[in-house]
């Protein structure tokens, strides 16, 4: 079965340092990885998708397979970057089903 | 800009009440589903359904069923409300085989008393 493990509930850091979001994920095929944002009072959106290999607000990641890890890095947080964070998993094929993980929640401190 | 439209924002209903949860969304999505967003759990499944009348059970399914008589609406229903049903309910539609971006509704929160 699937699954995605994100360790940290919260993960507070102050402005300007870096930061990284842990997510691990147990599938034996090949995975699609996204990582998926609610900033307060908005909707939950996708932030980013590995198959992408795109930098989107400063946050990138990469999917390392021999870890099976998907981990969200950004060099220099920003306190607009606290929010609530996803990792979510398609295992592909027919299955349309995403399964997230339990989620971070970044605070950046001043 | 999609828009997935949750019919209320907050619902308080009743132990044993059935309450109906909709969806709308205006982009001619293929994929809808439904997920229950807890502290602490995430978001969990609970139904999905790929085309019109079709419907797959979610992880979570129990104490729930889902309807979908038009494309664009899919109704979330709980038969008999219990508190342990007290949730956020999100909504959420896709292209079919456009997986890697679901785009959510804002969210309905119950509370069952």
């Known amino acids: 079965a699937q699954r995605v493990t994100q360790p940290e509930k919260l993960l507070s850091v102050f402005k300007g340092a870096p930061v990284e979001l842990k997510c691990n994920y147990s599938?034996?095929?090949?995975?699609?990885l996204f990582w998926y944002v609610q900033y307060s009072r908005q909707r939950l959106q996708l932030l980013l998708r590995h198959i992408s290999r795109e930098s989107i607000k400063g946050f990138t990641a990469d999917l390392n397979k021999g870890e099976t890890s998907f981990h969200l890095k950004k060099p220099f947080a920003q306190e607009e970057d606290s929010a609530m964070y996803y990792c979510a998993l398609n295992s592909g094929g027919s299955n349309y089903k995403l399964t997230f993980g339990k989620g971070t929640l970044l605070t950046v401190n001043p | 800009d999609v828009k997935v439209t949750q019919s209320s924002r907050y619902l308080v209903k009743r132990t044993g009440e059935k309450v109906f949860l909709e969806c709308v969304q205006d982009?001619?999505?293929?994929?809808m589903f439904w997920y229950r967003q807890d502290p602490g759990l995430g978001l969990r499944l609970i139904y999905f359904?790929?085309?019109?009348?079709?419907?797959e059970k979610g992880d979570i399914p129990e104490g729930y069923s889902v309807s979908r008589e038009k494309k664009e609406r899919f109704s979330l229903i709980l038969e008999s409300a219990s508190t342990n049903q007290t949730s956020m309910y999100l909504c959420?539609?896709?292209?079919?085989?456009?997986?890697?971006?679901?785009?959510f509704g804002s969210g309905t929160q119950l509370s069952v008393l």
């Open positions: 359904s790929y085309d019109v009348k079709m419907k």
């Open positions: 599938y034996s095929g090949s995975p699609e």
């Open positions: 982009m001619d999505h293929e994929n």
């Open positions: 959420a539609s896709s292209f079919w085989r456009g997986l890697e971006k679901l785009f």
